[in-house]
Each structure stands twice: as structure tokens, then as C-alpha cells.
Nanobody, 122 residues
Framework: QVQLVESGGGLVQAGGSLRLSCAGS????????MGWFRQAPGKERDFVAS????????YYADSVRGRFTISRDNAKNTVSLQMNNLKPEDTAVYYC???????????????WGQGTQVTVSS
């Protein structure tokens, strides 16, 4: 089991940037794919981005491609989400997730962080 702890959420104006970070505990962090989901009030959690254990493969939701960048540092047990050109539609609780592969995690994450609020004002 890897415990995921998120940080970096906050309030930002449209067009601005935020960087979310997720710290994982345990010695097996580097063997798992990692990713990010988000959930707006009253809506389902949606896939945002994922990355393979070696960082060789990434996936992005169409709504964030070109604006968001996912990265990881296995030596530090961290995964990050750089969010640029933020829009009010990006407002949601963002969750760090763990899964078996960067592809499968898009539909079947197996471990979740606690979530961090991102609010984008217009």
C-alpha cells in the first residue's frame, strides 16, 4: 500500500497557473503508474492525466491536453500536475491516483489520495 498525500491546490484567476504535487510513501512507489482525476460538485470523477512508472508514456483528457503536464520523480516518490492557462471549467477537487498502468488507470485506478481543491475564477 502507498499512501498518497496531495498539496498545491488553491484559488487562481482564469489564465493563471497552479502546480499540484502528490507525495507517496513506501518503497514500491516507482513500480506503479500514477495519475490525476478531478470532480466538480454534483458530477462524477473524471480522468485528467496519467503517467507510466518510467515516465515513458503519458495520457491526457481532451479538455486539458496542451495546458496540463504530468510528471513524476521516483527518487523522491512524487508526481506533479502543472496546470497552465486555467479555465473556470477546471474548478474541481483534484485527486492523485495509483494504478497498474498509465492506460488502465484511466478507467480503473486502485488507490486514491484525499483530494485538493482547485478554484479558477473568471
Amino acid at each position: 500500500q502507498v499512501q498518497l498525500v496531495e498539496s498545491g491546490g488553491g484559488l487562481v484567476q482564469a489564465g493563471g497557473s497552479l502546480r499540484l504535487s502528490c507525495a507517496g510513501s513506501g518503497r514500491t512507489f516507482g513500480t506503479y503508474a500514477m495519475g490525476w482525476f478531478r470532480q466538480a460538485p454534483g458530477k462524477e470523477r473524471d480522468f485528467v492525466a496519467s503517467i507510466s512508472w518510467s515516465s515513458s508514456t503519458t495520457y491526457y483528457a481532451d479538455s486539458v491536453r496542451g495546458r496540463f503536464t504530468i510528471s513524476r520523480d521516483n527518487a523522491k516518490n512524487t508526481v506533479s500536475l502543472q496546470m497552465n492557462n486555467l479555465k473556470p471549467e477546471d474548478t474541481a477537487v483534484y485527486y492523485c491516483v495509483q494504478g497498474s498502468s498509465s492506460s488502465v488507470i484511466r478507467t480503473t485506478p486502485t488507490n486514491w489520495g484525499q483530494g485538493t481543491q482547485v478554484t479558477v475564477s473568471s
